[in-house]
């Protein structure tokens, strides 16, 4: 069974193509067959002006258009949409979408925080983890920050916040919100023993990729702390000259950064897994259950 899901963040739109292939043991595998991103940044016009410009609305068209094509090249049957933060807040958003629809027969859903929060859970990482155990996720985004909190092999609590990379950037985040986040972790997590994050996004995955460690193995707490003070001292140029990142990537990798040092502190988590998924393998698996419990 071949599917795709269309994930529109607030810094970039992603299409991920996915083979659903019966497993040895059972369960079915999961086969990557692509993942193209294009950096639509679409919450640089949303979290600034509450509108997404005309020039970016036509490039959000094209990508549009684009994926459509690949998904037509790949005989793709079966597909799934989401989008997040900035078309939440973008007054114009119904128009755009509704042009989307139009030009390429593609329904771009928004989902709210917290559906997106219960989407990123869905991509089943945890089952491979100690179910005695406790773990947070952390997923940063441009627009937002999803915090899905499971102790002891059962989900306790979901939570959005209106905190992300963008909006840091664009000074549009308060003390306020930070305390929000703070008070809402260290009230849902007291009494929960050994927390353990696992973080998903573009940034905590390039910082993981910086640091060299094998595949599995957590990143520590001062690691991230090593990293953000590393990469705060630098410019922009220095960040991509450096790290060979790209410009979309180096602006957003210090808040984002920040983000995880905060969550993590205030869960008094020491380590965090980086497993390289998020919304759109969240997003494959949904489609899977819903085609499967339709006997599709």
Same mark, same amino acid.
């Given at each position: 069974?071949?599917?795709?899901?269309?994930?529109?963040?607030?810094?970039?739109?992603?299409? @991920?193509?996915? %083979? #659903?292939?019966? *497993?040895?043991?059972?369960?079915?595998? &999961?086969?990557?067959?692509? /993942? $193209?991103?294009?950096?639509?940044?679409?919450?640089?016009?949303?979290?600034?002006?509450?509108?997404?410009?005309?020039?970016?609305?036509?490039?959000?068209?094209?990508?549009?258009?684009?994926?459509?094509?690949?998904?037509?090249?790949?005989?793709?049957?079966?597909?799934?949409?989401?989008?997040?933060?900035?078309?939440?807040?973008?007054?114009?958003?119904?128009?755009?979408?509704?042009?989307?629809?139009?030009?390429?027969?593609?329904?771009?859903?928004?989902?709210?925080?917290?559906?997106?929060?219960?989407?990123?859970?869905?991509?089943?990482?945890?089952?491979?983890?100690?179910?005695?155990?406790?773990? @947070?996720?952390? %997923? #940063?985004?441009? *627009?937002?920050?999803?915090?899905?909190? &499971?102790?002891?092999?059962? /989900? $306790?609590?979901?939570?959005?916040?209106?905190?992300?990379?963008?909006?840091?950037?664009?000074?549009?985040?308060?003390?306020?919100?930070?305390?929000?986040?703070?008070?809402?972790?260290?009230?849902?997590?007291?009494?929960?023993?050994?927390?353990?994050?696992?973080?998903?996004?573009?940034?905590?995955?390039?910082?993981?990729?910086?640091?060299?460690?094998?595949?599995?193995?957590?990143?520590?707490?001062?690691?991230?702390?090593?990293?953000y003070k590393e990469l705060s001292s630098l410019s922009l140029h220095q960040r991509i000259s450096t790290y060979g990142m790209r410009e979309d990537r180096a602006d957003v990798i210090v808040p984002a950064l920040l983000i995880?040092?905060?969550?993590?502190?205030?869960?008094?988590?020491?380590?965090?897994?980086?497993?390289?998924?998020?919304?759109?393998?969240?997003?494959?698996?949904?489609?899977?259950?819903?085609?499967?419990?339709?006997?599709?």
């Open positions: 069974m071949r599917l795709a899901a269309i994930d529109i963040g607030s810094n970039a739109a992603r299409l @991920l193509i996915n %083979d #659903v292939v019966p *497993g040895a043991n059972g369960r079915p595998e &999961f086969v990557k067959l692509s /993942l $193209v991103r294009v950096p639509l940044r679409l919450g640089f016009d949303v979290f600034e002006s509450g509108t997404i410009s005309e020039e970016r609305a036509k490039m959000f068209v094209t990508t549009m258009k684009a994926y459509k094509h690949l998904l037509d090249a790949y005989e793709v049957k079966h597909l799934i949409t989401a989008a997040t933060s900035a078309m939440r807040d973008a007054s114009n958003a119904a128009d755009i979408l509704q042009t989307i629809e139009a030009e390429t027969g593609i329904e771009v859903k928004i989902i709210t925080g917290e559906e997106e929060a219960t989407f990123i859970y869905e991509n089943h990482f945890a089952d491979n983890l100690n179910s005695n155990e406790s773990y @947070l996720y952390i %997923d #940063v985004g441009g *627009g937002s920050t999803e915090l899905t909190f &499971f102790s002891d092999g059962k /989900l $306790v609590i979901q939570k959005s916040f209106n905190i992300g990379t963008i909006r840091l950037l664009k000074n549009q985040v308060t003390q306020e919100h930070w305390a929000e986040m703070r008070a809402f972790i260290r009230e849902k997590l007291r009494g929960h023993h050994h927390i353990t994050a696992i973080g998903s996004g573009g940034n905590i995955n390039k910082v993981f990729s910086l640091s060299k460690r094998k595949e599995g193995k957590p990143l520590s707490l001062d690691l991230l702390r090593n990293y995880y040092i905060n969550v993590m502190n205030w869960a008094d988590a020491a380590e965090i897994f980086v497993p390289k998924i998020g919304l759109a393998d969240g997003l494959i698996h949904i489609l899977y259950e819903r085609l499967k419990a339709a006997k599709v």
